[in-house]
């Protein structure tokens, strides 16, 4: 109908906020000035709480994988044993860019849909012993998991020495994070997801034991070399041209989420994730990730007797609703909904709604209503809008 009325209803790229879309639009300023200098201190200030840290957070012109290969290649040099916790494609990416750095990758493999059990990585570790990083991911995308980074770290620390480097790419922003409590020593996000920015910024949060390894790390790096970006940042520049738009972009997004409060807007993300997981039980849609290890930012399920991408192909068509198919092995078994950044329950049940009649006319035997009955049940037990 209305080609510009997409909803996008994917797990990033998310929609943005005007605020967000108008912010970018600003001139363009030279990116040495003290107007530069302004922005980005004021950015590391208010982005920290988001990570769960005091610690710098560098924000690096790149998406998401960009901070993943860089955590990669500051970290650890080639030859070197590293432990990749792999539970969907995500944390293969992790392993792939470690395998093309040249490490000896140990790979934990859980299936897809399951979190890592941290008894496993502890096995892992003992049979392992020189272990010299973890690499893991927060919240695995493509299945909707969100693997328990408190006990993971806790289990890896009990262990080992090694680093641990942790992907919040789909997590951060709309996920209780808490890196220094936690004890991880590298988290990375991209902006494009909960934090409600276009994609191209990869935010790198890093503690001590992170830098001191760093430090050491003979490994080339030139254009992701972290000490670059830390030495610019002590002055309040980025070592090379700053990507300016996005950077007034995540300063309008980070207005928002301070404006709602970021315990709010975690809330919203539980409330969201609940609705959305009611509503699916409620139509008999097999959810991929188990309740207690459900993402606060995504949600998989199965439409089974359904061709998954007849289902995505007939509401982006009908509705211009746009949904996620599954990846690698997953592709044409699983729809994933993202419920993340400038996203609410209208949203879902807005989302909810159109599903079930796309099932319906696709053929599938389902109580219409029954899906967004289930999510209001929720809104009106737990709902935060008054
Ligand atoms: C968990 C996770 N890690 C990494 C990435 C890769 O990010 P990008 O596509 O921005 O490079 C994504 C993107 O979907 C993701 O969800």
């Known amino acids: ?227 670059a970006y830390r030495k610019s940042l002590e002055r309040n520049f980025t070592p090379f041209t700053t990507a300016i738009s996005l950077l007034y972009g995540l300063d309008a997004s980070l207005k928002v989420i301070e404006k709602e409060g970021v315990d709010v807007v975690f809330e919203r993300h539980h409330l969201m994730r609940d609705m959305t997981r009611a509503a699916l039980e409620a139509l008999d849609l097999p959810l991929l990730a188990e309740e207690e290890f459900g993402a606060l930012t995504v949600t998989a399920f199965k439409p089974y007797d359904i061709d998954a991408e007849k289902l995505r192909t007939y509401l982006r068509e009908t509705f211009s609703l746009q949904l996620a198919g599954g990846q690698q092995h997953l592709d044409g078994r699983v729809v994933r909904i993202g419920h993340m950044g400038y996203c609410t329950p209208a949203d879902i049940l807005q989302t909810i709604s159109l599903l079930e009649i796309g099932l319906e006319a696709l053929g599938k035997n389902i109580k219409r209503g029954n899906g967004v009955a289930a999510a209001q049940d929720v809104y009106l037990r737990k709902g935060i809008e008054k």
């Open 1 to 227: 109908m209305f080609p510009e009325q997409t909803i996008l209803r994917i797990p990033g790229p998310t929609p943005i906020p005007p605020s967000v879309q108008s912010a970018m639009q600003r001139p363009m300023i030279g990116h040495r000035g003290t107007e530069i200098n302004e922005l980005l201190q004021s950015i590391q200030k208010r982005i920290k709480p988001l990570f769960g840290t005091k610690e710098d957070v560098l924000l690096i012109a790149g998406t998401g994988t960009a901070a993943l290969e860089a955590a990669v290649e500051n970290t650890v040099s080639a030859g070197e044993e590293v432990l990749v916790l792999v539970s969907g494609a995500f944390g293969d990416r992790f392993a792939k860019i470690c395998d093309a750095f040249g490490m000896n990758v140990r790979r934990l493999e859980v299936p897809w849909g399951d979190a890592v059990r941290p008894g496993d990585v502890t096995e892992q570790l003992k049979k392992y012993p020189h272990i010299k990083a973890v690499f893991m991911t927060h919240c695995e995308t493509s299945t909707s998991v969100l693997n328990p980074i408190e006990k993971l770290t806790k289990a890896i620390r009990a262990e080992s020495d090694a680093l641990i480097i942790v992907d919040g790419v789909s997590s951060i922003g709309g996920t209780p994070t808490y890196m220094d409590e936690w004890g991880v020593d590298i988290y990375v996000a991209g902006s494009q997801k909960a934090l409600m920015a276009p994609a191209g910024l990869a935010c790198v949060a890093i503690g001590p034991r992170g830098w001191k390894r760093i430090e050491v790390n003979k490994a080339p790096r030139f254009y992701f070399d972290f000490l």
